[in-house]
């Protein structure tokens, strides 16, 4: 039963490669190939996992951005008067559902929020710069 495991022909632990016919020098070419291809498969494994992080950092990027501009919409609305809030039909507390609100129905329907950057000035509506009382 165990004259195998002690002979000298075959590999220890009793391999049945030998009993095949495999030379060492195939057995080497079998080996270096699994090398390689253990080395393929862990190189698209970490570049995967890198892809995906990438993408999870973008998203997370776009996120905050998103944030900014809504808080920078919000803070916008903010300094408007109370009559200019009132000839928009908004109160002070309906600031921040009406920004989200606004966001959310643009982003349904599948477009993107055109939301004013923090650096862009938007002059007001109803400036009478000619007709200035005395």
Known sequence: MFENLRSETTPAG???LAKIGFSAHDRRLIE??????RAAAVADAVSN???WLS????????????DVRLRA????LFRM????LADLGLCRADI??????AAAQEAAAGETPLIAGLGTPVPAANQNLRHVAA
């Open 49 to 51: 996992g890198i892809l």
């Open 14 to 16: 009793g391999n049945a």
């Open 73 to 76: 919409a919000e803070a916008q």
């Open 81 to 84: 008067s109370d009559r200019d």
């Open 55 to 66: 993408a999870q950092y973008k998203r997370l990027v776009a996120a905050v951005k998103a």
């Open 96 to 101: 921040p559902f009406a920004v989200r609100e």
């Open 32 to 37: 270096s190939d699994a090398r390689y291809a």
